[in-house]
């Protein structure tokens, strides 16, 4: 099983409409978890982290968290042309900065 | 303000040369990063740092090297390149170990 597991995608959403994106990972130990937006040929930059189950809201943008099931997801409400980009999931597990661990990403087109 | 700089963007080196990828930030950061990106993989950390004179192997450190004597810089050695360090590199800093990297502009490295 991977450490932190995405689906890559594409997942095609119509304008408007919420982008579910979702995370799992396998450390039950995992105390942060952080969503970044990557660009095609960018840099990631975060958009959003958590550390406690349940939602965080954020403009468009809801993280929420189940420790219980292992799982992290990124909700975007009212998705626009420019929220398309590939969307990276980050767990840190305990130990430090150091022991973070990226998934793939998932591919997100939102179609106009 | 520039963040976290990363020189050069782009670079062909040939099978056995080495070079060195650069690293500066002006966030006054402790921690910095060094990660690489390959299609369909993910991030993969390659070696970090806490604080100058404090680095420490990532995930795949073999066939680099680093070193941090001040707090802004923190470059990247490769010795004898192959054709397996063919990515993206990313150079990354952190205010602490529980906190989110910011990135630099990455540069794209092809061994040939």
């Known amino acids: 099983q991977k450490e932190v597991e995405q689906n890559s995608g594409p997942l095609s959403v119509p304008e408007g409409a919420i982008a579910s994106l979702n995370c799992t990972y396998s450390d039950r130990g995992s105390q942060s978890f952080f969503w970044y937006r990557q660009y095609s040929g960018k840099s990631p930059e975060l958009i959003m982290f958590i550390y406690s189950n349940g939602d965080k809201e954020d403009g468009r943008f809801t993280a929420q968290l189940n420790k219980a099931s292992q799982y992290v997801s990124l909700l975007i409400r009212d998705s626009q042309p420019s929220d398309s980009a590939t969307y990276l999931c980050?767990?840190?597990?305990?130990?430090?900065?150091?022991?973070?661990?990226f998934g793939i990403g998932t591919k997100l087109q939102v179609i106009p | 303000n520039a963040g976290v700089t990363q020189t050069p963007k782009f670079r062909i080196l040939k099978i056995g040369q080495s070079m060195t990828l650069q690293c500066t930030q002006d966030?006054?950061?402790?921690?910095m990063y060094w990660y690489r990106q390959d299609p369909g993989m993910g991030l993969k950390l390659i070696y970090y740092s806490v604080g100058a004179g404090i680095t420490d192997k990532g995930e795949v450190p073999n066939g680099y090297n680093v070193s941090r004597s001040t707090t802004e810089d923190f470059p990247l050695r490769l010795e004898l390149a192959a054709p397996s360090q063919t990515s993206v590199y990313f150079c990354?800093?952190?205010?602490?170990?529980?906190?989110?990297?910011?990135f630099g502009q990455g540069t794209r490295l092809t061994v040939v």
């Open positions: 980050a767990v840190n597990r305990p130990g430090g900065y150091q022991k973070v661990t």
């Open positions: 990354a800093t952190g205010g602490g170990a529980n906190t989110e990297a910011f």
């Open positions: 966030m006054n950061h402790n921690y």
